[in-house]
């Protein structure tokens, strides 16, 4: 039982570049969420995702994309790279009320 | 708009001692409320979930309290050690998907 796992942990990306992150949980999870984490800005949504197929907007989500093809993944799309969008990127699943859990994280620069 | 807010910002206690988080909250008509903790470039754990309808919980040597009239929870750990030395946040659903998290409060215990 892996929990949730993220793909890749650290990335160095340039300005207008694109690049997807990966989250897959293995515990029959219906929901799944992206946040960021930011020094003094605590942490917050991008999007979310309540069911396979389904995906939708959270606090943060200008410059992301989403998609959940299987329930089991949930991926982050950048398609064009900003330095405002260097971040500790964190995948979390849950049962709908239930606690949530989170997968280890995604540093990424952006120069 | 829900706000969490976690007093102190950072704590330091020596080992041994007993200790109170604190987390308010701006608007009582929440779902749950969940205390994590989160280790240094690490994701966030789990530790307790208090159903709205719940006054407390407890796990090992954790106690988490809510009192939604009042909009606030503790998290009380008793008998502090040093691998308790962590970040502490906590977080507020208002319903299904919506969770609202503080900037929490870094814990240091000494030995």
């Known amino acids: 039982n892996a929990g949730v796992t993220q793909t890749p942990k650290f990335r160095v990306l340039k300005t207008g570049q694109s690049m997807t992150l990966l989250c897959a949980q293995d515990?029959?999870?219906?929901?799944m969420y992206w946040y960021r984490q930011d020094p003094g800005m605590g942490l917050r949504l991008i999007h979310y995702s309540v069911g396979e197929g389904t995906t939708a907007k959270g606090e943060v989500p200008d410059g992301y994309n989403v998609s959940r093809l299987k329930k089991q993944n949930f991926l982050l799309g950048l398609e064009s790279a900003a330095p405002s969008q260097t971040s500790v990127y964190f995948c979390a699943s849950s049962y709908p009320g239930h606690r949530m859990t989170f997968g280890p994280g995604t540093r990424l620069t952006v120069t | 708009k829900q706000e969490v807010t976690q007093i102190p910002a950072a704590l330091s206690v020596p080992e041994g001692e007993n200790l109170v988080l604190n987390c308010s909250f701006t608007?009582?008509?929440?779902?749950?409320l969940q205390w994590f903790r989160q280790d240094p470039g690490k994701g966030l754990t789990s530790l307790l979930l208090?159903?709205?309808?719940?006054r407390e919980q407890t796990s090992g040597r954790l106690n988490a309290s809510l009192d939604k009239s009042s909009g606030r929870s503790t998290l009380y750990i008793a008998a502090s050690q040093p691998g308790d030395s962590a970040t502490y946040l906590c977080a507020v659903s208002t319903g299904g998907f919506k969770t609202i998290f503080g900037a929490g409060t870094r814990l240091f215990v000494k030995a």
């Open positions: 608007d009582s008509a929440i779902y749950n």
């Open positions: 515990m029959n999870h219906e929901y």
């Open positions: 208090i159903q709205s309808s719940q």
